[in-house]
């Protein structure tokens, strides 16, 4: 049961000011019933009656009152904000906007840009409000992968970022405050152009699929700081291979047989020794570099996991 409100009473308390009334409006609001005559010599000529709701937009909202019109007036503020800021192209609709940035790589120069990233039913913008200027940008079209990747911070802060592949093979890092969701909202607006990627930490590999092998290697995952090997455990099926740091929630590579289009033993000193490298490559040009104890027999096991037919 909920308790009622006390009603509201009229008064002439002369200490009763602006401000009073204003917060009166706005958090609990106010009824007026009104009917006016207006007469001329006793004749009655115009008649008003006025029934009105004056509150705040909080209160309002709370009853029930214009929710269609605060939900309309927020999208028209939203188009009209983008639209200034992006220079919206003609039929252009804003798909999402988040607080992020863009990684800038020029020669030995690496340094995060702080930003707004907009994506849009056409392209994906990162722009800077104060002072303006569009800090990176691409077409949807252009975009050939997505995938989220870890990244250490200088406070030694584990934090996801986005990596585009575009087109022309560049590699691009985005910040999100929400990657998941803009991970989510790229990955649905790109459907149509890209190509298979490397998910991080999606889709793991269902417990009721046999293992064709199980066991430790280690993973060379890249960071801003350089790349860095850390152990964890392997499991290859037939659909599959997963890799898992004890650490982690979800496995930190999921890499789907029918994408590894060739592996490959790399020359050079890895964890396990000397030879101990291998290199995978994947249908979207990179390499996935692994280490092992017995290296040619996971070479074996992932070239039998691989479907027929597919590129050596």
């Given at each position: 049961m909920t308790a009622e409100r006390a009603p509201m009473r009229p008064t002439r308390d002369p200490r009763v000011t602006l401000d009073d009334l204003v917060e009166v409006?706005?958090?609990k609001g106010a009824v007026l019933h009104l009917d006016l005559i207006v007469a001329v010599a006793d004749i009655p000529l115009i008649g008003v009656s006025l029934r009105a709701a004056v509150a705040g937009m909080e209160t309002m909202l709370e009853y029930g009152m214009m929710r269609h019109w605060d939900?309309?007036?927020r999208a028209w503020a939203e188009r009209s904000v983008a639209r200034r800021a992006l220079d919206l192209r003609e039929g252009e609709r804003l798909l999402h906007r988040a607080g992020g940035g863009h990684l800038l790589t020029e020669g030995v120069y690496r340094g995060w840009r702080p930003g707004t990233v907009h994506v849009t039913d056409q392209r994906i913008v990162v722009l800077r409000a104060e002072p303006?200027?569009?800090l990176w940008q691409a077409d949807l079209a252009a975009v050939r992968a997505v995938r989220m990747t870890p990244e250490r911070t200088v406070g030694g802060e584990e934090r996801l970022r986005l990596e585009l592949t575009l087109a022309d093979g560049a590699r691009e890092l985005l910040s999100a405050r929400e990657p998941e969701a803009l991970h989510e909202v790229l990955t649905r607006a790109c459907a149509g152009n890209l190509a298979p990627a490397l998910p991080f930490g999606h889709a793991p590999a269902r417990?009721?699929?046999p293992a064709l092998a199980e066991g430790h290697l280690w993973y060379e995952e890249q960071r801003r700081s350089g790349p860095l090997w850390r152990g964890g455990r392997a499991r290859l099926t037939?659909?599959?291979l997963t890799w898992k740091s004890p650490v982690d929630a979800r496995p930190a590579l999921v890499l789907r047989t029918a994408d590894i289009t060739g592996a490959r033993r790399l020359p050079g000193?890895?964890?396990a020794g000397e030879g101990s490298v291998l290199g995978l490559r994947t249908a979207t040009g990179d390499e996935v570099r692994l280490a092992a104890d017995d290296p040619a027999a996971w070479i074996r096991r992932l070239d039998a996991a691989r479907?027929?037919?597919a590129a050596g």
């Amino acid at each position: 049961m909920t308790a009622e409100r006390a009603p509201m009473r009229p008064t002439r308390d002369p200490r009763v000011t602006l401000d009073d009334l204003v917060e009166v409006l706005l958090n609990k609001g106010a009824v007026l019933h009104l009917d006016l005559i207006v007469a001329v010599a006793d004749i009655p000529l115009i008649g008003v009656s006025l029934r009105a709701a004056v509150a705040g937009m909080e209160t309002m909202l709370e009853y029930g009152m214009m929710r269609h019109w605060d939900e309309a007036t927020r999208a028209w503020a939203e188009r009209s904000v983008a639209r200034r800021a992006l220079d919206l192209r003609e039929g252009e609709r804003l798909l999402h906007r988040a607080g992020g940035g863009h990684l800038l790589t020029e020669g030995v120069y690496r340094g995060w840009r702080p930003g707004t990233v907009h994506v849009t039913d056409q392209r994906i913008v990162v722009l800077r409000a104060e002072p303006r200027e569009v800090l990176w940008q691409a077409d949807l079209a252009a975009v050939r992968a997505v995938r989220m990747t870890p990244e250490r911070t200088v406070g030694g802060e584990e934090r996801l970022r986005l990596e585009l592949t575009l087109a022309d093979g560049a590699r691009e890092l985005l910040s999100a405050r929400e990657p998941e969701a803009l991970h989510e909202v790229l990955t649905r607006a790109c459907a149509g152009n890209l190509a298979p990627a490397l998910p991080f930490g999606h889709a793991p590999a269902r417990e009721e699929d046999p293992a064709l092998a199980e066991g430790h290697l280690w993973y060379e995952e890249q960071r801003r700081s350089g790349p860095l090997w850390r152990g964890g455990r392997a499991r290859l099926t037939e659909d599959r291979l997963t890799w898992k740091s004890p650490v982690d929630a979800r496995p930190a590579l999921v890499l789907r047989t029918a994408d590894i289009t060739g592996a490959r033993r790399l020359p050079g000193h890895g964890p396990a020794g000397e030879g101990s490298v291998l290199g995978l490559r994947t249908a979207t040009g990179d390499e996935v570099r692994l280490a092992a104890d017995d290296p040619a027999a996971w070479i074996r096991r992932l070239d039998a996991a691989r479907p027929v037919g597919a590129a050596g």
